[in-house]
């Protein structure tokens, strides 16, 4: 049996990963659940029919850090020591298939061999210079903190880059760097690609901004995986998610996007809430129809 591997992070909204874990539950998946280290208590879930593994060695992940690329790297890591999947779907908590399952393995058996990683036509050599060419002190807390110390973070970071643009002072100067989703679907090959280079990406990624959006893009675009690109000029259409971004903000869906959402021939969405039940049953529902025939 041909077996995909979905790669979930997830650190709340429990209720909308349980949602997804009963679309995923099917025998072709195993699914790979790291919680975020912070979680005192990790929920307990169970499936029936896919093999379900929660991830032991968790990451304090840390909004724009490094971190959340040492826990993705733990999901590829633990799931290709298992067996070579067809495809690793990285997903976070909070997102859902918008198709049945026959139709997303369909999809993928259909064009198999290509990567689904989404790459940015939006996304300026100026904002990568900021977030990836520049040294951010301070990365663990980019959004946390109050009060005075918060404040002065902010201040010394923000001066500290002043200084490095004034100055031309650049890092990873040499490297052509592409920027995405975070959330991709990628072949074995692409993953056992990528799994030596650990060490040397979490160095280049060091005290940067944002890089989970980064790294996964730049790997592929500077190898031999750029022609196998499914789609390098549409960032949705190449990693097959619809995704809620609205002036920039990543927004949750409401029940008033169902049309909108059914209507896509993604895979998949996100972000999604567990305010709006009724929208959870709705789509849950529509990704549990089984096709008549495969026509993706």
């Known amino acids: 049996m041909v077996k995909h591997a979905f790669l979930i992070l997830a650190h709340n909204e ?3 990963l349980e949602k997804l874990l009963y679309c995923l539950d099917d025998e072709r998946n195993d699914i790979y659940i790291h919680f975020d280290k912070k979680l005192d208590q990790m929920p307990d879930f169970q499936v029936q029919r896919a093999r379900l593994v929660v991830l032991s060695d968790r990451v304090d992940v840390r909004w724009g850090d490094v971190s959340m690329i040492q826990a993705e790297y733990n999901l590829f890591e633990t799931a290709a020591a298992q067996q070579a999947y067809a495809y690793y779907h990285v997903l976070s908590g909070v997102d859902l298939p918008l198709k049945h399952q ?25 904002e990568i210079d900021r977030k990836v060419r520049r040294t951010h002190l301070y990365p663990r807390q980019f959004r946390s ?3 005075i110390v918060a404040i002065w973070r902010k201040t010394v970071r923000a001066l500290f880059l002043r200084i490095q643009f004034l100055l031309n002072i650049k890092r990873n100067a040499d490297l052509v760097f592409k920027k995405g989703p ?3 679907s990628v072949t074995d090959d692409f993953v056992r690609y990528i799994l030596p280079k650990k060490e040397a990406v979490l160095k280049t990624y060091q005290k940067t901004f944002c890089s989970d959006e980064i790294f996964i893009q730049t790997l592929c675009w500077n190898s031999c995986f750029r022609p196998r690109l499914f789609n390098s000029s549409d960032e949705m259409r190449g990693c097959q998610r619809i995704i809620g971004w609205k002036d920039g903000e990543l927004i949750a869906w409401t029940d008033d996007d169902f049309d909108k959402l059914t209507a ?25 129809i089984k096709p008549i025939h495969n026509a993706i």
């Open 264 to 288: 896509s021939d993604m895979l998949f969405a996100r972000k999604f809430s567990s305010s709006d039940k009724a929208l959870l049953e709705r789509v849950v529902n529509h990704a549990n």
């Open 145 to 147: 903190g109050k009060g």
């Open 14 to 16: 429990f209720s909308v």
């Open 102 to 126: 026959d139709d997303v393995h369909a999809f993928f058996h259909k064009h198999q061999g290509r990567e689904f990683i989404g790459i940015s036509k939006a996304a300026t050599e100026r």
């Open 182 to 184: 975070q959330w991709i």
